[in-house]
Nanobody
Framework: QVQLVESGGGLVQAGGSLRLSCAASGSRFSINSMGWYRQAPGKQRELVALIISGGGTNYADSVKGRFTISRDYTKNTVYLQMNSLKSEDTSVYYC?????????????????WGQGTQVNVSS
């Protein structure tokens, strides 16, 4: 079982910056990939940024050039640096981790979600 704890959300003015963090904890696991998703009221959840084990990244077109995803492998933590924020970035942001769980008899790959953190950008 893996737990994801998110932090860093809040209220910021347009053009400002926020840094989200997501820390993974558990018994025995390795992270294959981690990503940030967001879901605003009345909208579908969308992928914002993804980082894989080899360090490759992928960004939604709407955030490319403004957001940066990174990982601290020693802390099992993923970050989302959000710069030049716009009002349309307002959403609940969710951390997702693709994990191989070694606490079982046979390793098992599973996806885990954080609880979500609110980001409000005023205009």
């Amino acid at each position: 079982q893996v737990q994801l704890v998110e932090s860093g959300g809040g209220l910021v003015q347009a053009g400002g910056s926020l840094r989200l963090s997501c820390a993974a904890s558990g018994s025995r696991f390795s992270i294959n990939s981690m990503g940030w998703y967001r879901q605003a009221p009345g909208k579908q959840r969308e992928l914002v940024a993804l980082i894989i084990s080899g360090g490759g990244t992928n960004y939604a077109d709407s955030v490319k050039g403004r957001f940066t995803i990174s990982r601290d492998y020693t802390k099992n933590t993923v970050y989302l640096q959000m710069n030049s924020l716009k009002s349309e970035d307002t959403s609940v942001y969710y951390c997702k981790a693709s994990v191989t769980d070694y606490s079982r008899i046979s390793p098992l790959r599973s996806d885990y979600w954080g609880q979500g953190t609110q980001v409000n950008v005023s205009s």
